[in-house]
């Protein structure tokens, strides 16, 4: 059987040293800022201090997604040294990065006919996709072949259950999620939207909470009722925050009351800059595995 690589992009919003560890290769999206192109490349362009202070005072970064000639240089390499590839792609319902790497791989094809390479579209984001991705790697690590996997990928990212919240809503509204009539009757009402991604990989605003003390407590009930096994839910739990760490630990602390299991095991990540520049710097997600999202 021949060997493979698991492949993404830096929108995973793990960490650059986590995905080293799982020997995941990942190619980086872009962010233009104040004039300057940029990797989102887990803050070695940019830290994210940086990133988000510049967001904070005003700047208004804008993002492009990985194009066919990177996909292509990304993987030739690896398509060089007898590697197949799986992968695992940014959901469609947010980027056209999905079409672009298919286009990349009907050309990777015709050079590399021996080789089989396979595009998932994940319809994850930020530490979701991460956690997706993990989830991954292990039956990979395992020994589980490419076809299976894909196969896996294809099934189990439905599973993958993504609640966002945002206490400041200027790149919403900026980005066209939000009115800007609605985003300041919910600033002046200390509104904060829930959001998740839905069966289409898409940001859908499921519910609009008064004050960040609630729309925390909202959202852990989610987990409550969409989390494996309940309360007892002891699979991966992940949450990522852009520039506000406090409200991810006050979510982090109530997770781990709620659910017995998860003491210990939350992870946190940083919300990259591509995912940034469209949330802002006071947003919070937490991802679990659970219900499938319907339609």
Wanted: hydrophobic letters at 35%.
């Amino acid at each position: 059987m021949a060997d493979y690589e698991l492949t993404c992009c830096s929108t995973a919003d793990l960490s650059i040293e986590r995905l080293s560890e799982r020997n995941i290769k990942w190619v980086p999206f872009h962010f233009h800022m104040d004039g300057r192109d940029y990797y989102d490349d887990y803050g070695q362009s940019m830290s994210l201090k940086e990133f988000y202070q510049r967001e904070r005072e005003g700047a208004t970064p804008t993002t492009s997604q990985v194009n066919t000639d990177e996909y292509l240089k990304f993987w030739k390499p690896m398509l060089e040294e007898g590697h197949d590839i799986l992968h695992i792609a940014l959901s469609s319902g947010i980027s056209g990065t999905f079409n672009s790497a298919n286009v990349a791989a009907e050309d990777a094809r015709e050079s590399f006919p021996d080789r089989k390479i396979y595009i998932v579209d994940s319809l994850c984001a930020s530490a979701g996709y991460g956690l997706l991705m993990e989830e991954l790697c292990d039956r990979k690590d395992a020994g589980m072949g490419i076809e299976e996997l894909r196969d896996l990928a294809e099934n189990m990212k439905m599973s993958v259950n993504h609640w966002v919240f945002t206490s400041d809503l200027t790149s919403l509204i900026r980005g066209g999620r939000v009115s800007a009539a609605a985003g300041a009757v919910a600033n002046i009402l200390s509104i904060c939207p829930l959001i998740d991604v839905d069966a289409e990989g898409k940001l859908a605003v499921v519910s609009k909470v008064r004050t960040k003390k609630k729309v925390i407590l909202e959202t852990v009930k989610k987990m409550e009722a969409l989390a494996a096994n309940g309360t007892d839910y002891d699979g991966r739990c992940y949450i990522s925050y852009s520039d506000c760490p406090d409200d991810a630990e006050a979510l982090k602390k109530k997770i781990e009351e709620t659910f017995p299991a998860q003491k210990g095991k939350v992870e946190t990540f940083r919300i990259g800059t591509t995912i940034g520049t469209h949330t802002g710097v006071a947003t919070v997600a937490l991802f679990f595995l659970g219900k499938e999202r319907t339609l």
